[in-house]
């Protein structure tokens, strides 16, 4: 790393101690920015990369609710308004027992960037609570929704900070934040959460589009290689809704999809993954990947165990941060790896990502290539804004357009600094460059 860049990202780890993952985030960033502070000294007399740090704005706030049983549960909540300079903040909220202010850290400054990759009027921000959703009844996750937005709603606003979901949070979560927020505000504020119902102001494609995103992304890296998705063999982690419309995506452009997981196990299904029947254990019943392999013959779950056990040409992580590290990776690459499209944020440690590139697998950083889902977001807020509801084939097409645009930006930015190929600079450099301008133009705030 450039010296006068480690010099400041070791104040900003003495500032922050105890939050590993935004550590890790701020280092992978910084190690690709010493270029641009050789072509833009006044960026280091501005100060840039330590105001980018300092959020403008944390929010930590107790969230009390009672369960089925009548007894108090007390959470936290968070929210993280990180960075304005493009526009309002926007990021998803995370329910899960694990977050903490690291996490929340970590995924709102990997926010700003993609946000700003985008090329959509979009500042970066995140939330959630370390409240553990799964086993809890519809009545208790409306409760602990409606306890979350009583706090969270003074602080969010269609030109402010506009809540989406993340791991934990869908249509169903976004639905009793709305309803909660209206009820307070009395105001029937559409452009205030994304990710909403479609009959009440949501977007077509938006549940589908960070999957999607993810893998049209993945397709534009393979095409640089004269490859595609055709034939490829493809292990996807996760069971969620990135993962599965990774999944349909995949299958869609002709790859065999042949395992995912969720935290309990995985499971290897060499005749293709069912999506129907996926969709129904998961969404539908809220089930375990286990039911699934109970339900269609030939199906083997492993218990435990890593799912980047099952050989694979591409590797799409779509479960959570850090699930694929260097040992993995290595072992994916003795085993013909080709490329990697991260539909998590962050989910290779930063030894698997130096496998892949010091290997010359094709590897997609989750800024880029998971920007899909925040872009759409930005589409409802515009249909929202013109009171407008596009169709599927629309939606889908400027969906198309956004992550064919960031693929090209990337590249490009990579191309431009020396590195072509190298996706992890070319997206942070991308996303940092825009970022930066808008800072500067803006004057010292
Ligand atoms: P979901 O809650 O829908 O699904 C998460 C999936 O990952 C589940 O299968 C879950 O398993 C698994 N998982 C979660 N945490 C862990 C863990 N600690 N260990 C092992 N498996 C785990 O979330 P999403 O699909 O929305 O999000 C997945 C990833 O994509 C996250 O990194 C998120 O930040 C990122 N992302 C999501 C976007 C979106 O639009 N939703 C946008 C951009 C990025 P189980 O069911 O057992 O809990």
Same mark, same amino acid.
């Given at each position: 790393?450039?010296?006068?860049? !480690? ?13 590993? !993952? ?37 929010? $930590? ?44 850290? +970590? ?36 409760? +602990? ?21 993340? $791991? ?5 979560? $976004? ?53 595609? +998705? ?72 492993? !218990? ?88 599927? !084939? ?29 996706y992890v600079l070319g997206a942070n450099i991308g996303g940092f460059v825009k970022v930066a301008d808008a800072m500067l133009a803006q004057g010292l705030i």
């Amino acid at each position: 790393m450039d010296a006068r860049l !480690e010099a400041i990202r070791n104040t900003v780890l003495a500032r922050n101690p105890g939050e590993a !993952e935004f550590h890790q985030a701020v280092t992978e960033v910084f190690e690709s920015l010493g270029p641009v502070h050789d072509r833009h000294p006044e960026l280091l007399e501005a100060a840039i990369l330590e105001r980018l740090c300092e959020p403008e704005r944390q929010i $930590i706030f107790r969230v009390p609710w009672t369960d089925d049983s009548g007894r108090v549960q007390i959470n936290r909540g968070f929210r993280v308004e990180f960075n304005s300079a493009l526009g309002p903040y926007k990021g998803g909220l995370r329910f899960h027992p694990s977050v903490y202010l690291g996490i929340v850290k +970590f995924l709102g400054f990997e926010q700003i960037f993609k946000n700003a990759l985008t090329g959509m009027p979009i500042g970066g921000g995140k939330g959630g609570s370390d409240f553990d959703p799964r086993g809890r009844s519809n009545a208790e996750i409306m409760r +602990f929704c409606q306890s979350f937005m009583t706090e969270l709603y003074r602080h969010i606003g269609e030109y402010t900070d506009v809540p989406a979901g993340d $791991i934990g949070v869908g249509g169903r979560e $976004i639905g009793y934040l709305f309803g909660q927020y209206k009820r307070i505000t009395n105001r029937y504020e559409s452009g205030v959460l994304t990710g909403k119902g479609i009959s009440w102001g949501g977007s077509l494609v938006r549940p589908e589009a960070t999957g999607y995103g993810t893998v049209i992304f993945t397709q534009e890296m393979l095409k640089t290689r004269g490859k595609s +998705f055709d034939g490829q063999r493809v292990v996807v982690s996760g069971s969620g809704n990135v993962a599965i419309n990774a999944i349909a995506k995949a299958q869609s452009f002709d790859a065999s999809v042949v395992a995912c997981s969720d935290s309990s196990g995985y499971i290897v299904d060499e005749a293709g993954i069912d999506v129907g029947l996926l969709r129904e254990v998961k969404e539908v019943e809220r089930g375990r990947l286990k039911d699934y392999s109970l339900r269609r013959p030939g199906v083997s779950y492993v !218990e435990g165990g890593s799912v980047w056990d099952v050989d694979a040409t591409v590797a799409l992580p779509c479960a959570t941060q850090n699930e694929l590290d260097g040992d993995a990776a290595a072992r994916l690459v003795r085993n013909g790896l080709v490329a990697v499209g991260e539909g998590a944020n962050m989910p290779s440690t930063r030894e698997a990502v130096a496998v892949f590139q010091d290997s010359g697998v094709l590897f997609g950083p989750g800024k880029a290539a998971n920007a899909g889902g925040v872009a759409t977001s930005a589409l409802e807020m515009q249909q929202n804004a013109s009171r407008d509801s596009w169709t599927f !084939e629309h939606t889908e097409q400027r969906l198309t357009e956004i992550m064919v645009g960031i693929h090209d930006r990337c590249a490009s930015t990579a191309d431009e600094y020396g590195e072509p190929g190298n996706y992890v600079l070319g997206a942070n450099i991308g996303g940092f460059v825009k970022v930066a301008d808008a800072m500067l133009a803006q004057g010292l705030i």
